[in-house]
């Protein structure tokens, strides 16, 4: 019987060509894919990219110091203020500025939401990439309450602004307090139905237990950070090594996996959303009384050297290096963007793999184009 | 590890020749002699410095970057295997790359620098067989700075596409269309 099947087949195995991308729902963006696949089964990935490349840094070297802040949350939109803050440290620990402690907590309280914010998002669409489309609706709902938080503090939904280098732009709104423990306690209720709705689903696993599978030595190779890197067991943290804000002064565990693949970097980001929540309950009621900003001179001037802050984005690490000459714009200005490195990953990860995990694997990278692009 | 016992153990992979065949050949008077030339002549063909900067900066000669790259990874002391950023920059008269490392291990950071004054055709070692992450980073760099890195496996364009023309990130760049300046 078989012998026959092989005798009759006349298809012979053939790599070619693929594009996926630059217009693809599950690349979340313009982001161009050219697989070289034989059959169904990835024997290549090559990303193309650039199709959004504004060129950020090259304009950071005519900006001062509070335009570049409003260009940081451009690059990943989704950890605005992560970004920002990672800007406004570098500026303030170069002139040794005193930051009230008011300003530190809110920034924390700001970031974690941000992150929570980012991960519903991340959880809805991981769904929807793997075919179950109602996670999508709630990842949502959930995300609109802390969408609502910031435009009533920030004034902007998605791209805030808040930082600014010597503290915040304003004051927190009169609400801020009330809503962000209203948040926490729906948001609690809510976690769980995530797990029965698609972390215990048997599909689910199927498509995301061991796909896409990358181990510790290679992601640290490949400078993955982040939840993609505390998935393969690698610890890597920056707000464990090195706190900013006033993430020393909170307890909270780093969430780390060891299988390395598709599920256990899932896993990675949903127990970090309980994590994100008890430091926010930590520092909600304990918000130091205080200025939330200290005056900086208009024209910011950093002295002449090199400076260099990690911060933890809801992608992994963002390194924000600048070169000064002393003069009111940066001499050179790097932005170490935690998609960059874990997408060059993606190839080691997806070959040998099917079409359907190249798209399972990288719901789990959770790229954010922009972010590559800068 | 701290920074100064970093800086000792570095120093000594990579001695200076120049600086033992001074100190040789002037035994006779030696004493008076001796705090000039420590002065003058370093006795490691690195460069350290921690000024201006939160890290340990070395700054190495091209044709001894590939070298020390793997010795920093490999060696059990410093054991840097975290190549967390690498920096394409324009300093005027030099091109060159920062490579912030750091340790897993130990958790101690090094930053090292290497420069080339040859701006025509700028070209160092790769470090990808020792860093998987400076495949695309590499890239990038040779994308806005037009810097060749040897036995790099797909040294190509990565975000501009392949008939641009000029390197966008060097000081020098023009581009009178797409360039606000201010």
Same mark, same amino acid.
């Given at each position: 019987?078989?012998? !026959?099947? !092989?005798?009759?087949?006349?298809?012979k195995?053939?790599?070619?060509?693929?594009?996926?991308?630059?217009?693809?729902?599950?690349?979340?963006?313009?982001l161009?894919? #050219?697989?070289?696949?034989?059959?169904?089964?990835?024997?290549?990935?090559?990303?193309?990219?650039?199709?959004?490349?504004?060129?950020?840094?090259?304009?950071?070297?005519?900006?001062?110091?509070?335009?570049?802040?409003?260009?940081t949350?451009r690059?990943?939109?989704?950890?605005?203020?992560?970004?920002?803050?990672?800007?406004?440290?570098?500026?303030?620990?170069?002139?040794?500025l005193?930051i009230?402690?008011?300003?530190?907590?809110?920034?924390?309280?700001?970031g974690?939401?941000?992150?929570?914010?980012?991960?519903?998002?991340?959880?809805?669409?991981?769904?929807?990439?793997?075919?179950? #489309?109602?996670?999508?609706?709630?990842?949502?709902?959930?995300?609109?309450?802390?969408?609502?938080?910031?435009?009533?503090?920030?004034?902007?939904?998605?791209?805030?602004?808040?930082?600014?280098?010597?503290?915040?732009?304003?004051?927190?709104?009169?609400?801020?307090?009330?809503?962000?423990?209203?948040?926490?306690?729906?948001?609690k !209720?809510?976690?769980?139905?995530?797990?029965?709705?698609?972390?215990?689903?048997?599909?689910?696993?199927?498509?995301?237990?061991?796909?896409?599978?990358?181990?510790?030595?290679?992601?640290?190779?490949?400078?993955?950070?982040?939840?993609?890197?505390?998935?393969?067991?690698?610890?890597?943290?920056?707000?464990?090594?090195? &706190?900013?804000?006033?993430?020393?002064?909170?307890?909270?565990?780093?969430?780390?996996?060891?299988?390395?693949?598709?599920?256990?970097?899932?896993?990675?980001?949903?127990?970090e959303?309980?994590?994100?929540?008890?430091?926010?309950?930590?520092?909600?009621?304990?918000?130091?009384?205080?200025?939330?900003r200290v005056?900086?001179?208009?024209?910011?001037?950093?002295?002449?050297?090199e400076?260099?802050?990690?911060?933890?984005?809801?992608?992994?690490?963002?390194?924000?290096?600048?070169?000064?000459?002393?003069?009111?714009?940066?001499?050179?200005?790097?932005?170490?963007? &935690?998609?960059?490195?874990?997408l060059?990953?993606?190839?080691?990860?997806?070959?040998?793999?099917?079409?359907?995990?190249?798209?399972?694997?990288?719901? !789990?990278?959770?790229?954010?184009?922009?972010?590559?692009?800068? | 590890?701290?920074?100064?016992?970093?800086?000792?153990?570095?120093?000594?992979?990579?001695?200076?020749p120049?600086?033992?065949?001074?100190?040789?050949?002037?035994?006779?008077?030696?004493?008076?002699?001796?705090?000039?030339?420590?002065?003058?002549?370093?006795?490691?063909?690195?460069?350290?410095?921690?000024?201006g900067?939160?890290?340990?900066?070395?700054?190495?000669?091209?044709?001894?970057?590939?070298?020390?790259?793997n010795?920093?990874?490999?060696?059990?002391?410093?054991?840097?295997d975290?190549?967390?950023?690498?920096?394409?920059?324009?300093?005027?008269?030099?091109?060159?790359?920062?490579?912030?490392?750091?340790?897993?291990?130990?958790?101690?950071?090094?930053?090292?620098?290497?420069?080339?004054?040859?701006r025509?055709?700028?070209?160092?070692?790769?470090?990808?067989?020792?860093?998987?992450?400076?495949?695309?980073?590499?890239?990038?760099?040779?994308?806005?700075?037009?810097?060749?890195?040897?036995?790099?496996?797909?040294?190509?364009?990565?975000?501009?596409?392949?008939?641009?023309?000029g390197?966008?990130?060097?000081?020098?760049?023009?581009?009178?269309?797409?360039?606000?300046?201010?």
């Amino acid at each position: 019987m078989q012998e !026959t099947a !092989t005798l009759n087949n006349s298809f012979k195995s053939e790599e070619y060509f693929i594009n996926m991308g630059p217009q693809h729902p599950a690349t979340h963006g313009v982001l161009r894919l #050219l697989l070289t696949i034989d059959g169904e089964i990835i024997k290549k990935v090559e990303p193309d990219l650039g199709y959004i490349h504004r060129s950020i840094e090259k304009m950071c070297e005519r900006d001062s110091y509070q335009q570049i802040v409003h260009l940081t949350d451009r690059m990943d939109y989704l950890s605005s203020h992560i970004n920002n803050e990672a800007v406004c440290l570098t500026v303030e620990n170069a002139l040794e500025l005193e930051i009230p402690d008011r300003v530190k907590v809110i920034r924390t309280i700001i970031g974690e939401l941000t992150r929570i914010a980012s991960h519903c998002l991340w959880w809805g669409v991981m769904g929807m990439d793997v075919g179950a #489309l109602t996670t999508y609706f709630y990842g949502f709902r959930d995300r609109e309450m802390i969408n609502d938080i910031f435009e009533e503090t920030c004034g902007a939904r998605l791209t805030m602004n808040y930082n600014v280098p010597g503290g915040l732009m304003w004051d927190i709104h009169p609400n801020f307090i009330k809503r962000v423990k209203e948040f926490i306690v729906h948001f609690k !209720t809510k976690i769980p139905e995530y797990d029965k709705l698609l972390t215990g689903n048997v599909i689910f696993q199927k498509r995301t237990k061991g796909v896409g599978v990358l181990s510790k030595e290679d992601a640290i190779s490949f400078g993955v950070s982040g939840p993609v890197a505390r998935g393969s067991g690698y610890s890597c943290d920056v707000r464990k090594y090195h &706190p900013y804000s006033a993430l020393d002064k909170v307890t909270f565990n780093e969430v780390l996996e060891t299988d390395g693949d598709t599920f256990a970097r899932y896993n990675v980001r949903i127990k970090e959303l309980w994590e994100s929540l008890s430091i926010i309950e930590q520092l909600i009621d304990n918000i130091p009384e205080g200025e939330h900003r200290v005056k900086t001179n208009a024209v910011i001037k950093l002295p002449k050297g090199e400076f260099y802050q990690k911060v933890e984005t809801a992608r992994g690490e963002l390194g924000v290096y600048i070169i000064s000459t002393g003069t009111k714009n940066p001499y050179r200005m790097k932005f170490r963007s &935690p998609g960059f490195s874990n997408l060059s990953a993606l190839n080691h990860m997806a070959v040998g793999g099917k079409i359907g995990d190249l798209v399972a694997t990288m719901a !789990t990278l959770d790229l954010v184009i922009p972010d590559i692009d800068r | 590890m701290t920074n100064e016992a970093l800086q000792i153990l570095i120093s000594e992979w990579f001695p200076n020749p120049e600086f033992e065949i001074k100190s040789e050949s002037v035994d006779i008077d030696r004493e008076e002699k001796e705090s000039e030339i420590e002065e003058s002549v370093n006795p490691s063909l690195l460069e350290f410095t921690e000024e201006g900067s939160q890290f340990l900066n070395v700054l190495v000669k091209p044709e001894n970057l590939h070298e020390l790259m793997n010795k920093l990874k490999i060696n059990s002391e410093t054991s840097l295997d975290y190549l967390f950023c690498l920096t394409g920059v324009d300093w005027g008269a030099e091109l060159g790359i920062v490579y912030h490392l750091e340790s897993t291990k130990h958790r101690h950071n090094i930053v090292v620098k290497v420069k080339t004054k040859d701006r025509d055709n700028p070209t160092f070692d790769s470090v990808c067989d020792l860093w998987r992450t400076a495949e695309f980073h590499e890239r990038e760099v040779f994308d806005f700075f037009g810097i060749n890195f040897n036995n790099h496996p797909n040294l190509k364009r990565l975000f501009l596409t392949p008939e641009w023309d000029g390197f966008p990130l060097r000081k020098d760049y023009v581009d009178e269309i797409n360039m606000v300046i201010k």
